[in-house]
């Protein structure tokens, strides 16, 4: 079931049947094509899904995932660091008492969604589009949370690019203890101490966490003011 569950990711568009007939119209090879096999059907390999459960796909996941690029790849690294980027994306789920019961229906101004949505959080590797660590949680939970579950598959050597919901001081703090270098984006209304200012237009500021009323503990950063003009 889990070269089958691998299979339908090749066949989106084929039924349940058809996926497992392409699957094992590959594997009879193991006989020499001497026997042949009725395809179940798909109440069948329902069952047999829910039999197998999350739990081996997450841990498959686990063990395999990993950035493939490798030196000379066009945009996969930059002057020696290899570029991953944090980002986060929404999926509908299936229409089931239990989906709804954890991931919940988003509400709009026009009322209800038709499905209920995950939150995925997740590291890709710019080179390959690689994701190579994932987390995913109810559509309430904000993408800061979910980030903390991935942050830790950093490792020295690389640069994680990241939009500015994700800037913020223990986010930032996670992923310094990591090794890796970050480039991300921070909202204008940010506040950032100027410390010095370099002759590239850029300046070294000190950010605080929003509790820290007292200012005695401060994180460095490197601001690099950018203009965004829209046509």
């Known amino acids: 079931m889990i070269y089958y569950i691998l299979a339908l990711s090749l066949y989106p568009q084929d039924s349940y049947e058809e996926v497992m007939r392409h699957l094992s119209e590959g594997l ?7 026997s042949t096999w009725s395809v179940p059907s798909k109440v069948a390999i329902f069952k047999a899904r829910l039999r ?4 081996p796909m997450k841990r498959l996941y686990e063990a395999v995932a990993k950035p493939l690029a490798v030196p000379g790849d066009a945009g996969a690294f930059y002057r020696g660091l290899r570029l991953v980027a944090i980002d ?8 089931s008492a239990e ?3 954890h991931f919940a229906k ?6 209800e969604a038709a499905y209920a949505k995950a939150r995925i959080v997740g590291l890709l590797e710019c080179g390959t589009h ?4 994932a987390n995913v949680g109810p559509y309430s939970t904000a993408e800061q949370v979910l980030a903390q579950g991935v942050i830790d598959q950093l490792k020295p050597g690389m640069l994680c690019l990241g939009d500015r919901g994700f800037f913020s001081y223990d986010l930032s703090q996670q992923v310094a203890s990591t090794g890796a270098q970050l480039l991300w984006r921070a909202k204008v209304n940010y506040r950032i101490e100027t ?3 370099l002759e ?4 070294l500021g000190n950010v605080y966490h929003h509790k820290d009323r007292g200012k005695r503990h401060s994180m460095m950063v490197r601001v690099i003011p950018v203009s965004h003009h829209r046509r």
């Open 88 to 95: 986060g994306t929404s999926l509908s789920v299936a229409d």
């Open 195 to 197: 410390v010095a200012e």
């Open 52 to 55: 197998l459960g999350a739990e």
């Open 99 to 101: 989906n709804l019961a």
């Open 106 to 111: 988003p509400t709009t101004p026009l009322g």
């Open 130 to 133: 690689t994701i190579f660590a």
């Open 28 to 34: 009879r090879w193991a006989d020499q094509f001497r």
């Open 200 to 203: 590239d237009g850029s300046y």
